[in-house]
T-cell receptor, first 114, second 112 residues
Framework: DVKVTQSSRYLVKRTGEKVFLECVQD?????MFWYRQDPGLGLRLIYF???????EKGDIPEGYSVSREKKERFSLILESASTNQTSMYLC?????????????FGPGTRLTVL | GQNIDQPTEMTATEGAIVQINCTYQ??????LFWYQQHAGEAPTFLSY????GLEEKGRFSSFLSRSKGYSYLLLKELQMKDSASYLC?????????????FGTGTRLLVSP
Protein backbone atom coordinates (compact mmCIF):
# COMPACT_ATOMS: atom_id res chain seq x y z
CA ASP A 1 0.00 0.00 0.00
CA VAL A 2 1.19 3.48 -0.85
CA LYS A 3 1.74 5.43 2.27
CA VAL A 4 2.03 9.18 2.68
CA THR A 5 2.48 10.32 6.25
CA GLN A 6 2.48 13.76 7.80
CA SER A 7 4.23 14.63 11.03
CA SER A 8 1.21 15.97 12.90
CA ARG A 9 -2.59 15.74 12.59
CA TYR A 10 -3.18 18.86 14.66
CA LEU A 11 -0.85 21.77 15.36
CA VAL A 12 -1.35 25.04 17.24
CA LYS A 13 1.22 27.81 16.83
CA ARG A 14 1.50 31.48 17.66
CA THR A 15 1.79 34.35 15.22
CA GLY A 16 5.40 34.88 14.18
CA GLU A 17 6.57 31.37 14.97
CA LYS A 18 8.49 29.33 12.42
CA VAL A 19 6.52 26.21 11.55
CA PHE A 20 7.71 23.02 9.90
CA LEU A 21 5.29 20.55 8.34
CA GLU A 22 6.87 17.26 7.33
CA CYS A 23 5.69 14.78 4.74
CA VAL A 24 7.15 11.36 4.00
CA GLN A 25 6.18 8.89 1.27
CA ASP A 26 7.39 5.33 0.94
CA UNK A 27 6.75 4.66 -2.76
CA UNK A 28 9.84 6.24 -4.33
CA UNK A 29 7.68 8.88 -6.03
CA UNK A 30 9.45 11.71 -7.82
CA UNK A 31 6.65 14.25 -7.50
CA MET A 32 5.47 15.65 -4.19
CA PHE A 33 2.98 18.43 -3.51
CA TRP A 34 1.79 20.67 -0.72
CA TYR A 35 -1.80 21.96 -0.76
CA ARG A 36 -3.92 23.92 1.64
CA GLN A 37 -7.66 23.39 1.86
CA ASP A 38 -10.09 26.04 3.02
CA PRO A 39 -13.91 26.04 3.03
CA GLY A 40 -15.29 27.38 -0.23
CA LEU A 41 -11.87 27.57 -1.83
CA GLY A 42 -11.04 23.91 -2.29
CA LEU A 43 -7.53 22.54 -2.56
CA ARG A 44 -4.92 25.07 -3.63
CA LEU A 45 -1.37 24.18 -4.59
CA ILE A 46 1.35 25.90 -2.55
CA TYR A 47 4.54 24.27 -3.84
CA PHE A 48 5.53 21.11 -5.60
CA UNK A 49 8.76 19.22 -6.21
CA UNK A 50 9.59 16.93 -9.09
CA UNK A 51 12.91 15.66 -7.78
CA UNK A 52 15.37 15.99 -4.92
CA UNK A 53 16.40 19.62 -4.36
CA UNK A 54 13.99 20.77 -7.08
CA UNK A 55 10.95 22.89 -6.32
CA GLU A 56 8.34 24.89 -8.17
CA LYS A 57 5.91 27.50 -6.92
CA GLY A 58 2.26 26.59 -7.06
CA ASP A 59 -0.65 28.98 -7.09
CA ILE A 60 -0.24 30.46 -3.59
CA PRO A 61 3.44 30.28 -2.53
CA GLU A 62 3.54 33.58 -0.63
CA GLY A 63 4.52 33.12 3.00
CA TYR A 64 5.77 29.58 2.46
CA SER A 65 8.97 27.82 1.49
CA VAL A 66 9.83 24.16 0.97
CA SER A 67 12.73 21.77 1.26
CA ARG A 68 13.36 18.46 -0.54
CA GLU A 69 16.71 17.10 0.63
CA LYS A 70 15.73 13.44 0.26
CA LYS A 71 13.42 11.84 -2.27
CA GLU A 72 10.99 10.54 0.33
CA ARG A 73 10.65 13.74 2.35
CA PHE A 74 9.08 17.08 1.45
CA SER A 75 8.88 19.79 4.06
CA LEU A 76 6.70 22.89 4.11
CA ILE A 77 8.01 25.85 6.09
CA LEU A 78 6.09 28.84 7.35
CA GLU A 79 8.88 31.32 8.09
CA SER A 80 6.67 33.55 10.25
CA ALA A 81 3.22 32.10 10.83
CA SER A 82 0.23 34.39 10.48
CA THR A 83 -3.43 33.88 11.36
CA ASN A 84 -4.43 33.71 7.70
CA GLN A 85 -2.32 30.56 7.42
CA THR A 86 -4.74 28.71 9.66
CA SER A 87 -5.86 25.88 7.40
CA MET A 88 -5.78 22.18 6.60
CA TYR A 89 -2.49 21.28 4.91
CA LEU A 90 -2.36 18.22 2.69
CA CYS A 91 0.70 16.56 1.22
CA UNK A 92 0.49 14.34 -1.85
CA UNK A 93 2.85 12.30 -4.00
CA UNK A 94 2.72 10.99 -7.55
CA UNK A 95 4.85 8.73 -9.73
CA UNK A 96 6.00 10.49 -12.87
CA UNK A 97 6.08 7.53 -15.21
CA UNK A 98 4.46 4.16 -15.02
CA UNK A 99 2.34 3.02 -12.13
CA UNK A 100 -1.01 4.58 -11.45
CA UNK A 101 -2.18 8.00 -12.45
CA UNK A 102 -3.47 9.31 -9.17
CA UNK A 103 -1.97 11.47 -6.48
CA UNK A 104 -1.85 9.84 -3.06
CA PHE A 105 -2.66 12.09 -0.14
CA GLY A 106 -1.44 12.12 3.42
CA PRO A 107 -3.93 12.41 6.31
CA GLY A 108 -3.53 16.18 6.57
CA THR A 109 -2.34 18.59 9.25
CA ARG A 110 -4.85 21.00 10.69
CA LEU A 111 -2.83 24.07 11.64
CA THR A 112 -4.22 26.80 13.86
CA VAL A 113 -2.24 30.02 14.20
CA LEU A 114 -3.26 32.13 17.19
CA GLY B 1 -5.27 29.31 -16.68
CA GLN B 2 -7.67 26.74 -15.37
CA ASN B 3 -11.25 27.00 -14.19
CA ILE B 4 -13.28 24.15 -12.73
CA ASP B 5 -16.95 24.34 -11.74
CA GLN B 6 -19.04 21.88 -9.78
CA PRO B 7 -22.16 22.32 -7.64
CA THR B 8 -21.56 23.22 -4.03
CA GLU B 9 -24.01 20.80 -2.47
CA MET B 10 -26.40 18.01 -3.45
CA THR B 11 -28.81 15.86 -1.50
CA ALA B 12 -30.10 12.40 -2.31
CA THR B 13 -31.84 9.46 -0.70
CA GLU B 14 -30.36 6.13 0.26
CA GLY B 15 -30.68 3.64 -2.62
CA ALA B 16 -31.06 6.35 -5.26
CA ILE B 17 -28.75 7.43 -8.10
CA VAL B 18 -27.00 10.80 -8.14
CA GLN B 19 -24.96 12.53 -10.85
CA ILE B 20 -22.36 15.14 -9.91
CA ASN B 21 -21.32 17.35 -12.80
CA CYS B 22 -18.01 19.07 -13.40
CA THR B 23 -17.13 21.52 -16.15
CA TYR B 24 -13.63 22.73 -16.81
CA GLN B 25 -11.61 25.09 -18.91
CA UNK B 26 -7.91 24.38 -19.05
CA UNK B 27 -4.91 24.47 -21.32
CA UNK B 28 -2.89 21.32 -21.82
CA UNK B 29 -5.58 18.95 -20.57
CA UNK B 30 -4.13 15.58 -19.59
CA UNK B 31 -6.78 13.80 -17.59
CA LEU B 32 -9.61 14.30 -15.12
CA PHE B 33 -9.80 12.79 -11.66
CA TRP B 34 -12.54 12.33 -9.12
CA TYR B 35 -11.71 12.10 -5.43
CA GLN B 36 -13.90 11.38 -2.41
CA GLN B 37 -13.22 13.19 0.83
CA HIS B 38 -14.99 12.47 4.10
CA ALA B 39 -15.07 15.28 6.63
CA GLY B 40 -11.72 15.70 8.38
CA GLU B 41 -9.99 13.13 6.20
CA ALA B 42 -7.70 13.15 3.18
CA PRO B 43 -9.07 12.81 -0.35
CA THR B 44 -9.07 9.28 -1.75
CA PHE B 45 -8.92 8.47 -5.44
CA LEU B 46 -12.11 7.30 -7.16
CA SER B 47 -11.59 7.48 -10.91
CA TYR B 48 -9.52 8.78 -13.78
CA UNK B 49 -10.61 9.66 -17.34
CA UNK B 50 -8.31 10.78 -20.12
CA UNK B 51 -10.32 9.60 -23.15
CA UNK B 52 -13.95 10.35 -23.93
CA GLY B 53 -16.49 7.93 -22.58
CA LEU B 54 -17.62 6.15 -19.47
CA GLU B 55 -15.43 4.38 -16.93
CA GLU B 56 -17.29 2.07 -14.57
CA LYS B 57 -16.03 0.86 -11.24
CA GLY B 58 -18.60 -0.90 -9.12
CA ARG B 59 -21.28 1.53 -7.93
CA PHE B 60 -19.31 4.50 -9.26
CA SER B 61 -18.94 5.57 -12.90
CA SER B 62 -17.25 8.59 -14.41
CA PHE B 63 -17.84 10.13 -17.82
CA LEU B 64 -15.70 12.53 -19.84
CA SER B 65 -16.34 14.67 -22.92
CA ARG B 66 -13.18 16.55 -23.81
CA SER B 67 -14.81 18.57 -26.58
CA LYS B 68 -17.38 19.91 -24.11
CA GLY B 69 -15.02 20.27 -21.16
CA TYR B 70 -17.45 18.19 -19.13
CA SER B 71 -17.39 15.26 -16.77
CA TYR B 72 -19.79 13.64 -14.35
CA LEU B 73 -19.53 11.18 -11.50
CA LEU B 74 -22.46 8.79 -11.20
CA LEU B 75 -23.13 7.08 -7.90
CA LYS B 76 -25.64 4.24 -7.88
CA GLU B 77 -27.41 2.47 -5.00
CA LEU B 78 -26.47 5.26 -2.65
CA GLN B 79 -25.44 4.35 0.87
CA MET B 80 -25.21 6.54 3.95
CA LYS B 81 -21.43 6.20 3.88
CA ASP B 82 -21.40 7.97 0.49
CA SER B 83 -22.10 11.23 2.31
CA ALA B 84 -18.87 13.09 1.59
CA SER B 85 -17.37 15.77 -0.60
CA TYR B 86 -16.53 14.84 -4.18
CA LEU B 87 -13.66 16.69 -5.79
CA CYS B 88 -13.17 17.07 -9.51
CA UNK B 89 -9.54 17.70 -10.53
CA UNK B 90 -7.93 18.30 -13.89
CA UNK B 91 -4.33 17.48 -14.73
CA UNK B 92 -2.63 20.09 -16.87
CA UNK B 93 0.80 19.86 -18.39
CA UNK B 94 2.83 22.80 -17.24
CA UNK B 95 6.34 23.18 -18.53
CA UNK B 96 6.62 19.41 -18.59
CA UNK B 97 5.55 18.82 -15.00
CA UNK B 98 2.12 17.64 -14.09
CA UNK B 99 -0.11 19.44 -11.64
CA UNK B 100 -3.67 18.84 -10.52
CA UNK B 101 -6.11 21.73 -10.37
CA PHE B 102 -9.05 21.04 -8.07
CA GLY B 103 -12.60 22.28 -8.08
CA THR B 104 -14.07 23.45 -4.80
CA GLY B 105 -15.88 20.15 -4.31
CA THR B 106 -19.50 19.02 -4.12
CA ARG B 107 -20.80 18.07 -0.72
CA LEU B 108 -23.22 15.16 -1.04
CA LEU B 109 -25.68 14.49 1.75
CA VAL B 110 -27.38 11.08 1.68
CA SER B 111 -30.50 10.78 3.81
CA PRO B 112 -32.37 7.62 4.90
Amino acid sequence: DVKVTQSSRYLVKRTGEKVFLECVQDMDHENMFWYRQDPGLGLRLIYFSYDVKMKEKGDIPEGYSVSREKKERFSLILESASTNQTSMYLCASFHRTGGGNEQFFGPGTRLTVL
Amino acid sequence: GQNIDQPTEMTATEGAIVQINCTYQTSGFNGLFWYQQHAGEAPTFLSYNVLDGLEEKGRFSSFLSRSKGYSYLLLKELQMKDSASYLCAVRALNTGFQKLVFGTGTRLLVSP
